[in-house]
C-alpha cells in the first residue's frame, strides 16, 4: 500500500514563497507519475502541476505557470512543490498524488490512485 504524507504548507503572506513536499512510502515511488492538486472552501478539487517519473516532462495548470515549479527526487522517495509570488487565490488545501502504471502527464483527478492528507496553504493579502 502506497502512502503519501505532504508537508510544508503554512501562513504566508503575499508575494512570499513556500516549498511543499510529499513523501511516498510502500511503493515503487519512481514509476508513478506524480501530480499535485488544490481545493480551496466551496470549490472542487483542481489540478495544479503533473510530473513523469523521471522529471523529463512537467505540466502546470495555467493559474501558476511561471511561478510554480513541481521536481521530484526518486533517491528521497519525495515530490516537491516550489510555490513563488503566492496570491490570496492560491490559498487551499494542497494534495499530492500519485499514478501507478503509466508515465505521462496525469491531469485528471479520476487517474490517480494514491493521494496524500493534504496540507494546508494560507496566503495573506
Known amino acids: 500500500q502506497v502512502q503519501l504524507v505532504e508537508s510544508g504548507g503554512g501562513l504566508v503572506q503575499a508575494g512570499g514563497s513556500l516549498r511543499l513536499a510529499c513523501a511516498a512510502s510502500?511503493?515503487?515511488?519512481?514509476?508513478?507519475?506524480m501530480g499535485w492538486f488544490r481545493q480551496a472552501p466551496g470549490k472542487e478539487r483542481e489540478f495544479v502541476a503533473a510530473i513523469t517519473w523521471g522529471g523529463g516532462r512537467t505540466n502546470y495548470a495555467d493559474s501558476v505557470k511561471g511561478r510554480f515549479t513541481i521536481s521530484r527526487d526518486n533517491a528521497k522517495n519525495t515530490v516537491y512543490l516550489r510555490m513563488n509570488s503566492l496570491k490570496p487565490e492560491d490559498t487551499a488545501v494542497y494534495y499530492c498524488?500519485?499514478?501507478?502504471?503509466?508515465?505521462?502527464?496525469?491531469?485528471?483527478?479520476?487517474?490517480?490512485?494514491?493521494w496524500g492528507q493534504g496540507t494546508q496553504v494560507t496566503v495573506s493579502s
Open positions: 510502500g511503493g515503487s515511488f519512481s514509476r508513478y507519475a
Open positions: 498524488a500519485a499514478a501507478t502504471g503509466t508515465n505521462t502527464i496525469v491531469v485528471h483527478t479520476t487517474l490517480y490512485d494514491y
